[in-house]
């Protein structure tokens, strides 16, 4: 089985400022990672996903995350962050193999970007 | 019409009464899912259906009763709730089978208040 932890259950940042948001994971098999966000009453959407190739994979609206298997990290980071990127966080594993989408969620980070 | 429909997106309802929640995907899927999304609490999987096959319970109370009539659709049907069953459901299909890397798509949610 897979688990997920989210060192940070909040993150409050200034606008432009650089943000991390962190996730670890452990599991006895290799693995699919992924960040999905949350607005405000919406339900959850998919930032970005790393599968194969690249250890390092990024987003549309300039988030990136990069797969470390040595650490079992797959932390989220942006450069500058804005105010539209208030929202929760959630870091999702699943394991390769698996012929069902299977997800194991961290608990979430709220990130707050403040003015 | 978008990935993945919910209906309603709120209900609010007393312990006696019955309800349904609805999901509706519409991008060829064959596997479907409910998760609960408690307040502090990671995302937790009620219920797996893959080719309108229930493949996974996770221990989940008997006053929800999931029914999935085709690959399309999938209810939660709902009866003497508790207090404590206050959540937003999310529904999320993804396309089983081999290569399966994991995603899910989600739905927006319900957001259920038990009086």
């Known amino acids: 089985a897979q688990s997920v932890t989210q060192l940070d259950s909040q993150v409050p940042v200034f606008e432009e400022a650089p943000v991390e948001l962190r996730c670890n994971y452990s599991s006895s098999v290799s693995v699919y990672l992924f960040w999905y966000v949350q607005y405000p009453n919406q339900g959850l959407q998919l930032l970005l996903k790393?599968?194969?190739?690249?250890?390092l994979v990024e987003s549309i609206n300039g988030f990136e995350a990069e797969f470390n298997k040595s650490q079992t990290s797959f932390h989220l980071r942006k450069p500058s962050v804005h105010i539209s990127d208030t929202a929760e966080y959630f870091c999702a594993v699943s394991g390769r193999g698996s012929t069902l989408g299977r997800l194991y969620f961290g608990r979430g980070t709220q990130l707050t970007v403040w003015p | 019409e978008t990935g993945v429909t919910q209906t309603p997106r709120h209900l609010v309802m007393g312990m006696t009464n019955k309800k349904s929640l609805k999901c509706e995907q519409h991008?060829?899927?064959?596997?479907m899912y409910w998760y609960k999304q408690s307040a502090k609490k990671p995302l937790e999987l009620m219920f797996v259906?893959?080719?309108?096959?229930?493949?996974e319970n996770n221990s989940v109370p008997s006053r929800f009763s999931p029914e999935c009539p085709n690959s399309s659709h999938l209810f939660l049907h709902l009866h003497t709730l508790q207090p404590e069953d206050s959540a937003l459901y999310l529904c999320a299909s993804s396309q089983g089978g081999s290569p399966n890397t994991g995603e899910l798509f989600f739905g927006e949610g319900s957001r259920l208040t038990v009086l």
């Open positions: 790393y599968l194969s190739g690249s250890t």
């Open positions: 991008l060829g899927h064959n596997a």
């Open positions: 259906y893959s080719l309108e096959e229930r493949v």
